[in-house]
Every structure is written in structure tokens, then in C-alpha cells.
């Protein structure tokens, strides 16, 4: 079914209140949800909140608003309903029996992977995504997926639940064996690329989605990428080359969207993806200024930062759309962190010299100063591998290399090295 007019379809979002849980909190949950089903292609119709002193173990809800859900579907037309909270495969199944006929029980996770499955353009992220669909599908087999012949499509039904007509659970399961060890390969031959280019850093854009990363990502590197107000609206991962001055140059990776309650079987699968991060020389935590829920997001990064493997306090904190905050206080970081605008350009040259002066400052990067009358240092200088920036003076060049002590050592050089990259390219005030 679709809405009137519209062309979209018709959805019910249903929340829960129990326990502690702040109404107010809901409420800002049931916000991100509609706009995931917006995203997905979806209208909603109405919203349903249950406060409660506990999840009801049968329907999440119990059975007197499970009726109200019903009638609700009746009034308005909605042929599918949304919780935000997890399901499990007895509640769906007990939910759809009570139910109108033919309206489809979702959460959160499952409007998620229907996103995911529309976005997903490379061979590495369709392969993530249907091991996440059958990951999530393999407890839920209902009767959705029995009767998929006599639907015409919609949220929760494209990509993969289009074949469970010919699936059962020992089939599931022999896929996602076969779509684990297929990753494996692909993450093999993502390592392989990532070792390739280690004489040039690496910076990764991190973030809750719809922070603005994919409209920075275009900003820094002038990539045409798809750039739209609406949360997963970039999947797969990007890598483009961006000069930051002085002929310091580095790869700046893009990766998924972080958001709230996203549960750990999603988030598995971009294991690989999110990786970026966690080799990376540089995590760019991107959080949009003016989002009230700043902080919220900010939280959920760094928890996804730190089940990869990255202190989150190792992370620069840029704070995007800083223009829509104009009369307005900006979120008080206590943390590294740098103010943009990737809409108007604003703050941006100072982003990258910022960046320069982390890269350039890193453990793993060495700084030479040679005096130009040096001339077989200087030339043996030039020869050493991953040579990340080089700047002229009147009486020596300065020389930053990606190289290990052996290196140095063996070059004969380490006596021209100093403690840091000159501090009136690299110094930058918070």
C-alpha cells in the first residue's frame, strides 16, 4: 500500500515508555525513526506511544494496544507498522497474527537494512548487506516472508527477502558461511591496498549520520559524491586524495553513518568498512553543531570508536554547520577539536592545516633538518621512502619521512633529526 497521492507507504510508528525511560526520549527516538522511514520511501501516518511499567515478553506492548495498533491501521490505511525497538521472531509472529491482514511487523534494525539494501552499490557493500539481511532474518522467519507472492514490495521487503520464498533456515545458514568467507577474501584484499599506500597518511571521517560527512568529504577532496538531508544517504565506503599544502597530500576515507540503537548484528557486517578508522593516522569524529541531540551522537561515536579499537580522545572533533548556529552557543567540547562549515566553506583552511600539523606531528612520522650545504644528505635525504612533506628555508630543508628508526639509521641520516616540524606551519590555536 502507498499514500494517497504520494506514491509512498504508509507507515505507523509505535514507541515504548517503560521503566525510567523518559517520555521526552522516546518522543526524540520516534523523530530519528520517521526519518529513516523517509529515507527508506515510506510515509508515516501516525504515532503510538505505550507507557508501561515493562516490555510485555508475547507483543512488546500488550495485548490492549496491540487492538488500538489495529484500528489505527484501519483508520489511516497503513499496511506497515515500525517499532523502534528491537523484536524478536515470536513477537513479530504474534503481533502480524493479531493484526490486520497483510500488514507488515518491522523495528528499527529492519527499515535499517531495507535503507541499506537500496544504498549499497559495490560488490563489498552488497555483500555486507545481505549477510546483516540474513543475520537478522534467520530468527524472524514468519509469515511475511512466506507470503511475499502476494505483496507488491515496500519497506523491509526489497534486496534479499525477495528470495525467501525458496529459503528455509539450513539454506540461511549455508549462505552466511559463504557471504562471511567471501568478506574475509575482500578484507584481504582491503588490507593488502591499505599496506600499498602506507608512504601516504591516511585521515578517516567518522560520525553520526547526516552530520555532514559526505558534504565535507566533497568539500576536502572535490569528489562528486552524493550529498542529501537524509540519514544513510552514502553506504559505501570512498578514499580520495586531498592536498593539504606544503606538499603534504593524505587519502581521507568516508565510512557508514553511526546512529542510535543499531543493533551489534548490523554493525558486525561494516566491521571491514569501519576498519578505515581504526588504521587510520587520523579519526575526523564529525558532529553537527546545530543537531540539539549533539551530544547524544558525539556519545554513540565514541562507543563505536572504542568497540573498533580507537580511543576516542585520540579523535579531532570537527564540529560541522556551524553556520546554522549563528546567535546560538556552540556545544562545549572539552576535546581537540575544530569548527566548520563544509556548506559554506567556512573554517575549512584551517581544518586542513590542522590536519597537517597532527600528520606531521604524529610518532610515526620523522622530521629532518638538513643545512642546504649538506648536499649527499640532502640528496640521500630525497631517496628515502615515504617522504611526506619537504619545505625549503634559505639555509636548510626540512624533510618529514614516514620511515622506521632502522631506517634513518641505516641512511646515515638520523643526526639531522629535530623534535618537530617547524612550529609556524604546524601550530594551530584551539
Known amino acids: 500500500m502507498t499514500a494517497e497521492g504520494t506514491g509512498r507507504e504508509k507507515a505507523i510508528l509505535v514507541g515504548l515508555a517503560y521503566g525510567a525511560l523518559p517520555r521526552s526520549e522516546v518522543d526524540d527516538h520516534l523523530d530519528e525513526l520517521g526519518r529513516l522511514v523517509d529515507t527508506a520511501g515510506g510515509e508515516v501516518v501516525e504515532r503510538l506511544v505505550q507507557e508501561r511499567a515493562g516490555i510485555d515478553p508475547a507483543t512488546l506492548v500488550g495485548s490492549g494496544f496491540v487492538?488500538?495498533?489495529?484500528?489505527?491501521?484501519?483508520?489511516?490505511?497503513?499496511?506497515?507498522?515500525?517499532?523502534?525497538?528491537?523484536?524478536?521472531?515470536s513477537q513479530v509472529r504474534n503481533l502480524e497474527k493479531a493484526l490486520p491482514k497483510d500488514v507488515k511487523v518491522l523495528d528499527r534494525a529492519g527499515v535499517i537494512l531495507d535503507i541499506f539494501a537500496q544504498r549499497a552499490r559495490t560488490r563489498e557493500a552488497q555483500t555486507q548487506v545481505e549477510l546483516a539481511q540474513l543475520t537478522y532474518l534467520l530468527s524472524r522467519l514468519t509469515r511475511r516472508w512466506r507470503h511475499l507472492s502476494r505483496q507488491a514490495g515496500g519497506i523491509g521487503t526489497r534486496g534479499v527477502g525477495e528470495t525467501q520464498l525458496e529459503l528455509d533456515r539450513r539454506l540461511i545458514t549455508r549462505r552466511i558461511t559463504q557471504l562471511k568467507k567471501k568478506l574475509a577474501e575482500i578484507e584481504s584484499t582491503r588490507r593488502l591496498r591499505r599496506q600499498r599506500r602506507t608512504a601516504v597518511p591516511t585521515v578517516a571521517l567518522v560520525g553520526y549520520t547526516n552530520a555532514g560527512k559526505s558534504s565535507l568529504f566533497r568539500r576536502l577532496t572535490r569528489a562528486r559524491v552524493r550529498v542529501e538531508d537524509r540519514l544513510f544517504a552514502t553506504l559505501d565506503p570512498r578514499a580520495r586524495r586531498v592536498a593539504l599544502g606544503e606538499g603534504v597530500a593524505a587519502i581521507l576515507t568516508d565510512t557508514v553513518g553511526f546512529i542510535r540503537k543499531l543493533p551489534h548484528d548490523l554493525v558486525a557486517p561494516f566491521r571491514s568498512t569501519l576498519e578505515e578508522a581504526a588504521d587510520a593516522d587520523l579519526v575526523l569524529h564529525v558532529v553537527d553543531a546545530a543537531d540539539p541531540a549533539w551530544e547524544e551522537h558525539l556519545r554513540v561515536g565514541d562507543e563505536v570508536l572504542e568497540g573498533l579499537g580507537v580511543a576516542p580522545e585520540q579523535a579531532l572533533v570537527v564540529l560541522n554547520k556551524i553556520d546554522l548556529t549563528v546567535g546560538r552557543r556552540l556545544p562545549p567540547v572539552r576535546r581537540r577539536r575544530v569548527m566548520v562549515s563544509a556548506l559554506t566553506g567556512v573554517g575549512l583552511p584551517g581544518l586542513l592545516e590542522r590536519i597537517r600539523a597532527e600528520l606531521l606531528g604524529a610518532p610515526s612520522v620523522a622530521v629532518l633538518s638538513i643545512p642546504l650545504d649538506e648536499g649527499d644528505a640532502v640528496?640521500?635525504?630525497?631517496?628515502?621512502?615515504?617522504?611526506?612533506?619537504?619545505?625549503?628555508?634559505?639555509?636548510?630543508?626540512?624533510?618529514?619521512?614516514?620511515?622506521?628508526?632502522?631506517?634513518?639509521?641505516e641512511s646515515g641520516l638520523d643526526r639531522f633529526r629535530v623534535p618537530r616540524w617547524p612550529a609556524s606551519a604546524a601550530a594551530l590555536e584551539e
Open 379 to 409: 640528496a640521500r635525504a630525497f631517496h628515502l621512502p615515504h617522504r611526506v612533506a619537504r619545505r625549503f628555508g634559505e639555509t636548510s630543508v626540512t624533510i618529514a619521512v614516514r620511515t622506521g628508526e632502522e631506517g634513518l639509521a
Open 67 to 89: 487492538t488500538r495498533i489495529g484500528s489505527t491501521c484501519e483508520a489511516t490505511g497503513a499496511r506497515t507498522v515500525v517499532f523502534d525497538e528491537d523484536l524478536t521472531g
